[in-house]
């Protein structure tokens, strides 16, 4: 199984600058795309930014140019440095990656707990 954990989340002012990081631990053989996602209260969850293990990038149009998402492969790990913060960027964060328990076994998709970010007017 893999375990992902987010951490950073927290109430920062809009214009503000807050950063995400996401660990994933457990037996995984390897871990492919990795990626950030939100859900606002009362709205469905949607993407922010994937990054593969080649480090391209893919962002949603609300975040672009405010945002950026990076990885670590060899702690694999995920940042997601958020710049210019909104109102509207209020949600809880979640993590996810697909990732495989062995040598050419499926790939699977994980989901972390996700982390608060509250960005007060």
């Keep these: ?18 950063g995400l990081s996401c660990v994933a631990s457990g037996s995984m053989f ?26 391209s990038t893919k962002y949603a149009d609300s975040v672009k140019g405010r945002f950026t998402i990076s990885r670590d492969n060899d702690k694999n790990t995920v940042y997601l440095q958020m710049n210019s913060l909104k109102p509207e960027d209020t949600a809880v964060y979640y993590c996810r ?25």
């Design 97 to 121: 990656t697909t990732a495989s328990l062995s040598s050419g076994g499926s790939m699977y998709l994980y989901w972390g707990q996700g982390t608060q970010v509250t960005v007060s007017s």
């Design 1 to 18: 199984q893999v375990q992902l954990v987010e951490s950073g989340g927290d109430l920062v002012q809009a214009g503000g600058s807050l």
């Design 30 to 55: 390897s871990i492919d795309t990795m990626g950030w996602y939100r859900q606002a209260p009362g709205k469905q969850r949607e993407l922010v930014a994937t990054i593969t293990t080649g480090s």
